[in-house]
């Protein structure tokens, strides 16, 4: 029912920023939640940022202050301004989506993106 393609994923120096991208189609519309997760190797999916249903932002303690996640609801595109980037941050980033009445969006994922922060 949803498509999630993420894009802007690459190689950015310590301290670099990144803008993240995630075209959304088919049936999804501005009340279903949508995020950013993201999955070093070897470590477990994390939640980096995400925009609940009446639209209130929710940032990880680890990327609180750096990163912005912001929607643009015409364009139905996630997007996800990461500043001052670490090489903590290199992980691939999933976007997400969750149902119109879901409180996570946890239920639609797109293929991932990697970033990689090396000096």
């Known amino acids: 029912q949803v498509q999630l393609v993420e894009s802007g994923g690459g190689l950015v120096q310590p301290g670099g920023s990144l803008r993240l991208s995630c075209a959304a189609s088919?049936?999804?519309?501005?009340?279903?939640?949508m995020g950013w997760y993201r999955q070093a190797p070897g470590k477990q999916r994390e939640l980096v940022a995400f925009i609940t249903r009446v639209g209130t932002s929710l940032y990880a303690d680890s990327v609180k202050g750096r990163f912005t996640i912001s929607r643009d609801n015409v364009k139905n595109t996630l997007y996800l301004q990461m500043n001052s980037l670490k090489p903590e941050d290199t992980a691939v980033y999933f976007c997400?989506?969750?149902?119109?009445?879901?409180?996570?969006?946890?239920?639609?994922w797109g293929q991932g993106t990697q970033v990689t922060v090396s000096s």
């Open positions: 997400s989506a969750g149902s119109r009445m879901a409180l996570a969006p946890t239920d639609y």
């Open positions: 088919g049936s999804i519309f501005s009340s279903n939640p």
